[in-house]
């Protein structure tokens, strides 16, 4: 391991310790109230949970974006990336929500015998919980053949691919067989492909069945797919050209998804401005509702207008576009769009869980945007967790394209 | 039959139907906001009665003080509309509505939420904190329990009502402005309800509130 490396990997290992310790504070024998547990009168849903949305909408903007599954011949130079981000981030996604629960020793009981079909939410964590199962397993089929030939070399990673393989099981698990490998790993693919859109749209829906005004939308789960897919195509674009870059070698099937993943980015930008324009003025249409009205207002010329016109519009839409119909066959303005298009889902993700909830006023009593240190200490540990399980995953495993999938 | 009674029969089905909604189970409550005069003696007794911290913004039932336009609350020890002076104002005691279409019922993934006799409550040994029940109800009326790390709420509190008694609030209220009571045929509560007009909050949301309320002023949401 170089010595760059090392730092890079120290780095993030103590700000995933401080993640931890942020986690532990908020959960056992606090040094500092996180709040006085106003949760009546504040904000019951906070930046943990924004950030969960944001998760796990690159995990699964990234299945439906690198819809290889799907025939796109093109984007096989970015699958084996998009299933790996996609298992990450939506594990990180998982480890997030769990952390914002009050009784997360308790997080198992909606899998466990206190389900509530009627619930969205229980349908939200079945469709995660399905979605990295079938992730893993599509993984598991796609990776399998280039472990197998990674077992042959020698050393740790060779160690490695025998565990992950099975290999040391025999009979089946010791034999590529490429047929069918590739025809499980494409079931399984269509499948996770489903549950990855399902789950997603479920989350938009979840928001929706909601009293509040800014969430009760019925076009909540369309607008979160197409978001998910902008996120995804840029998560990609930014891990692709990164890592190409890291290695110093750009090959013409991962170049070509590239530029094909700007196209989706470009398209799906377009369609959530022409969302965001029309929820902006239907939710503030005057004979919409007094609360709908007031909850757009505080979004548009409040207090997160700085955050909705500079964040949402100017860097996560209006620059992105710009960037990526004057260079669209530029690699530096591709990653550049692509960063500042995740900047803006993310504000939109903030925006939309804090803004939705500030008319939710029983008291009078006004209410702070209010993000914890600790909130930001885990989310910043949150972050390094996934770049570092990315970073060792991306070492260890067969990253090479499969030419012939 | 007369073009009149015709027209009263009419009129009187919304009530009717209500009133028929909630016979299948028992409990409600009636507020008469006339009556009320903002003590806060409800607010004190219900955290002592349900161990709610008394310092803290959180409570099972506020009172909100309406004064030229501008809301107070209170829900703590300290009573803020005594520092209120020269205005006239009226007061409105709030609490879980007990709903018969409880949103947070349906929302909660781990079914801590069910009704009994008509009222919502809260299994305290599953929930799991996901505060999804708190972004539901349209009332505001529920919050995290700072001790228990659970969602608690007004429980009309039922541990007193299966032995008999009635919910400590009214209980404790100097003016009689809570009643509480089975809404079946010839109780008290269902022949107040049968001669007069009452109102429910937020009716818009179709939860169908067990908590009514008489004299409500329409700024009232």
């Given amino acids: ?405 | 039959m007369k073009r009149r009674d015709f027209l009263k029969s009419i009129l009187s089905l919304p009530v009717a139907f209500t009133i028929a909604s909630l016979r299948k189970s028992s409990y409600a409550m009636l507020i008469d906001v006339e009556k009320c005069i903002g003590c806060g003696k409800c607010v004190i007794a219900c955290k002592l009665e349900n161990n709610v911290p008394m310092d803290l913004p959180i409570s099972r039932t506020w009172i909100e003080g309406y004064f030229d336009g501008r809301k107070v609350v209170m829900n703590t020890k300290e009573n803020p509309f005594l520092r209120i002076k020269g205005n006239k104002g009226f007061f409105v005691p709030k609490l879980c509505n007990h709903c018969s279409n409880a949103p947070c019922v349906n929302v909660c993934p781990v079914s801590a939420r069910f009704h009994v006799d008509g009222i919502v409550l809260v299994n305290k040994n599953v929930c799991i904190g996901c505060k999804y029940c708190i972004t539901a109800c349209p009332y505001g009326a529920t919050f995290v329990h700072p001790e228990e790390k659970v969602t608690d709420k007004c429980t009309f509190c039922y541990h007193r009502v299966k032995r008999g008694l009635k919910p400590v609030c009214v209980l404790v209220c100097p003016t009689g402005a809570r009643k509480f009571g089975e809404l079946k045929e010839g109780s008290e509560l269902y022949e107040i309800l049968k001669k007069s007009r009452f109102r429910v909050l937020k009716p818009e949301t179709g939860t169908n509130p067990r908590v009514f309320y008489l004299n409500l002023d329409a700024v009232v949401e």
Wanted: hydrophobic letters at 60%; glycine letters at 6%; aromatic letters at 16%.
């Fill in chain 1, 1 to 405: 391991m170089r010595a760059q490396e090392l730092v890079f990997a120290s780095i993030l290992l103590i700000l995933i310790a401080l993640g931890f310790i942020a986690a532990y504070q908020m959960h056992f024998k606090p040094l500092i109230q996180i709040e006085p547990y106003e949760s009546a009168l504040g904000y019951p849903w906070r930046f943990l949970v924004a950030l969960y949305v944001f998760l796990v909408l690159i995990g699964t903007g990234a299945i439906i974006s690198a819809a290889e599954i799907l025939g796109i011949r093109d984007l096989e130079g970015v699958a084996k990336e998009a299933i790996l981000i996609a298992i990450i981030t939506i594990t990180v996604g998982l480890i997030t929500i769990a952390v914002d629960l009050e009784r997360i020793e308790r997080a198992s009981y909606a899998l466990l015998g206190y389900a509530n079909p009627l619930s969205v939410m229980y349908w939200m964590i079945i469709f995660y919980v399905l979605e990295l199962l079938f992730l893993i397993l599509e993984g598991w089929f796609y990776f399998r053949r280039s472990l197998l030939r990674q077992s042959e070399s020698k050393g740790f990673k060779a160690f490695v691919a025998k565990v992950l393989s099975l290999k040391f099981l025999g009979g089946f698990f010791s034999k590529p067989n490429r047929e069918l490998d590739l025809s499980f790993a494409k079931s399984i693919g269509f499948l996770a492909l489903i549950t990855a859109i399902l789950a997603y749209s479920n989350l938009g829906a979840l928001f929706s069945a909601t009293y509040i005004p800014l969430w009760n939308d019925a076009l909540n789960p369309i607008y979160f797919i197409i978001t998910a897919i902008t996120a995804g195509s840029a998560v990609l674009i930014i891990s692709t050209i990164t890592t190409s870059w890291l290695t110093g070698e750009f090959e013409e099937i991962k170049r070509r998804a590239v530029f094909l993943l700007g196209r989706l980015l470009l398209f799906s930008l377009l369609a959530s401005s022409i969302f965001i324009i029309w929820r902006t003025v239907i939710t503030g249409y005057p004979a919409v509702s007094e609360l709908a009205s007031y909850s757009i207002h505080n979004l548009i010329f409040g207090k997160f207008a700085l955050n909705f016109w500079f964040l949402e519009v100017f860097v996560g839409i209006f620059a992105p576009i710009i960037a990526l119909i004057a260079g669209r066959r530029n690699m530096d303005a591709l990653f550049v769009a692509a960063f500042l298009s995740l900047v803006g889902i993310f504000a939109f993700r903030f925006d939309f869980v804090y803004a939705g909830q500030i008319v939710k006023k029983i008291s009078g009593i006004s209410m702070e945007t209010a993000v914890h240190p600790f909130e930001i200490m885990f989310a910043i540990g949150a972050i390094s967790l996934l770049l570092l399980l990315y970073y060792i995953l991306y070492k260890l495993l067969p990253m090479e394209v499969e030419h012939e999938a």
